[in-house]
């Protein structure tokens, strides 16, 4: 499976992006698809997750502010960042499960205060 992320970049405090990440290769029968963040020096944690159902969960500090999505024809995954704050600065990066974990290769969002 790969996966690649898109739709970083650098945005004022209150602003909003929109991250997406498609998968290809042995890309069927992915279950569980979600996006972390790292900043340095700290660990990966994870944003958002979406299983194939569509049952979605978020971390207590996005949520109401972002929103996860996926379309299972590729599959795909997307992430609707608003409001977003200076403490939202990281690298994402786009992960999915099948029978296996797998990571896209991390999209940097920057928010300046």
């Known amino acids: 499976v790969q996966l690649q992320a898109s739709g970083g970049g650098l945005v004022q405090a209150g602003g909003s992006l929109r991250l997406s990440c498609a998968s290809s290769?042995?890309?069927?029968?992915?279950?569980?698809m979600a996006w972390y963040r790292q900043v340095p020096g700290k660990s990966r944690e994870l944003v958002a997750s979406i299983t194939s159902a569509g049952s979605a969960n978020y971390a207590d500090s996005v949520k109401a502010r972002f929103t996860i999505s996926r379309d299972n024809t590729r599959p795909t995954i997307a992430l609707q960042m608003n409001n977003l704050y200076p403490e939202d600065t990281a690298v994402y990066y786009c992960?999915?499960?099948?029978?296996?974990?797998?990571w896209g290769q991390g999209t940097l969002v920057t928010v300046s205060s």
């Open positions: 290769g042995r890309s069927l029968l992915i279950s569980d």
């Open positions: 992960y999915a499960r099948r029978y296996g974990d797998f």
